[in-house]
């Protein structure tokens, strides 16, 4: 089964300074990695995904790169703003369930903090 | 577009009661799955129901039990609450269930047993 790790779980930064977040995974077979943000009281709102064949991708602020050689791929946020603060969750599908379905197996979270 | 809603926001019963979740997925999703977040983890998968079948089941006690309706809505059930099973229940919807299908999730129904 998948195992997803993230790291850090916590990440302080200034406005207008930019976070990274980490992520390894253990299934090779994965081949889709969606990133979420989680404010508090909400649930997880998607806002960048990748698939394996490409290795980066980017939508204005927010970019994701992926290395499927060393099975980890990570978040970069620019130019942070104080409404970038956070919980960052990252995915990879697992095909731990029982059934044809494979489901989404979650990083333990990144609660990023940006400092105006 | 409406998104992805569920409901109760907020339920509150007692250890060996049974409680019912709801949820709606976004118009035109077909797949539903339902997770499990305990403060301060990721969420944990429970079930995924596509055409009204079950494609999928994490490791959860025969206690919980789902059904998704011909409209695509769907019911999260589970029986003889323990304490532990307080957490915030989330729902999330897809087109279908291919590997690389976006979920979009609700904002939960946050369960507390007393």
């Known amino acids: 089964g998948e195992n997803v790790e993230q790291h850090p779980s916590t990440l302080s930064v200034q406005e207008g300074d930019s976070a990274v977040i980490k992520c390894t995974y253990s299934?090779?077979?994965?081949?889709?990695f969606p990133w979420y943000k989680q404010e508090l009281g909400k649930g997880p709102q998607l806002i960048i995904d990748?698939?394996?064949?490409?290795g980066e991708k980017k939508d204005q602020r927010i970019a994701v790169t992926l290395n499927k050689t060393a099975k980890h791929f990570s978040l970069h946020i620019t130019e942070t703003q104080p409404e970038d603060s956070a919980v960052y969750f990252c995915a990879a599908p697992s095909n731990r369930s029982s059934g044809s379905a494979r489901q989404l197996t979650f990083g333990s979270g990144t609660q990023l903090t940006v400092l105006p | 577009d409406a998104g992805v809603t569920q409901s109760p926001t907020h339920l509150i019963k007692t250890r060996g009661q049974h409680v019912t979740l709801r949820c709606s997925p976004i118009?035109?999703?077909?797949?539903v799955s339902w997770y499990q977040q305990v403060l301060g983890q990721g969420p944990q998968f429970i079930f995924q129901y596509y055409e009204k079948e079950e494609r999928g089941r994490g490791n959860f006690p025969d206690r919980f039990s789902a059904r998704q309706f011909p409209n695509y809505s769907s019911e999260l059930n589970v029986n003889a609450l323990l304490l532990g099973d307080s957490a915030l229940y989330l729902c999330?919807?897809?087109?279908?269930?291919?590997?690389?299908?976006?979920?979009?999730f609700g904002d939960g129904t946050r369960l507390s047993i007393l």
């Open positions: 999330a919807s897809s087109l279908w269930t291919g590997l690389n299908q976006p979920q979009h």
């Open positions: 990748i698939r394996s064949n490409v």
């Open positions: 118009s035109g999703h077909k797949s």
């Open positions: 299934d090779s077979a994965s081949n889709y």
